[in-house]
């Protein structure tokens, strides 16, 4: 399987060249005003398709004004200082600060002191499929109130899901290749920007979901999960298959099974690699392999859930 990861850096001092790759990278308008000193730009990315984590070093004060992007941007200052500016406000940004650098479809601008930027940019759609309600009743445009993170708290958990996506997901030769692994990165990293930052998104039940939330939607939910469990399938379509809001789905599971539609269906993924771990042939098949089929990128994650339900680590079923 061709992997859907692809990784691509920049180095260059030439101003046009830095111009032309942000202008494709990115995919908007850019102006980008330096110093008469001149500049270097250096830029490391890995695209996932669904989202994209990039490390940006630069040796000069930039002002660059960006036009619409499509996507959520999300910015974490290393060691450089950011004046940010979007729909009239301006913020200044500490190395170490957490941030929106835009909400979706505004322009901005960054006033960037040299240093280094982490960037995520995440595709609108996944953070719709972690936040959408029912077809009948989804909301509008998720909105995001404010740039900065709720709580201290809450800043320190973004950078830990980033380390462990880029750190972990994305430099898994094995994992990466696997669109079930990629999948569950991005809606992992949308739940965290929507837990992060101030949103619009509806979170509570309703009343139809509580009404929803019967022993006929979970067998609805459940027959989905163990048809498509192969597949890169979203809670937003478990509850598309059961015909109820994405609440009543969630609800239906915690109050009958005290679970989560995703937590179960991690359950039915790691049903199946134990199938395989069990058919599999130690000299040609690897645990690693077959746990990122399934979707489970962290070996030791893998490793201790399996241990913790089957009583023995994945390698000695491998193994017999």
Known sequence: MTSPVQTRGFDSCDPSAIHAFLAETYGTDLRIRAGDDGYRLVHRSVDAGPFALATIGQTASLDIGVGEIDGLVICRARTARVDRTCDGATHQLAPGEVFLATRPGLPFAVGWH????????????????????????????????????????????????TTYVRDVVLTNPIASTQPLVIGNAARMLAASALTVFPNTAVTDPTIEDRRDATTATLRRAIAFMDEHADLDITAADIADAAAVSLRAVQLAFRRHLNTTPMAYLRRVRLDRAHHDLLLADPRRDTVSAIASRWGFASHSRFTAWYHASYGVPPRETLSA
Do not use: K, M, N, S
């Open 114 to 161: 040299p240093g280094e930027v982490e960037v995520c940019v995440l595709d609108l759609a996944v953070l719709a499929q972690v936040a959408t309600a029912a077809p009948a009743r989804r909301p509008g445009r998720i909105r995001f109130t404010d740039i900065a993170p709720a709580t201290a708290a809450l800043a320190r958990q973004w950078r830990t899901t």
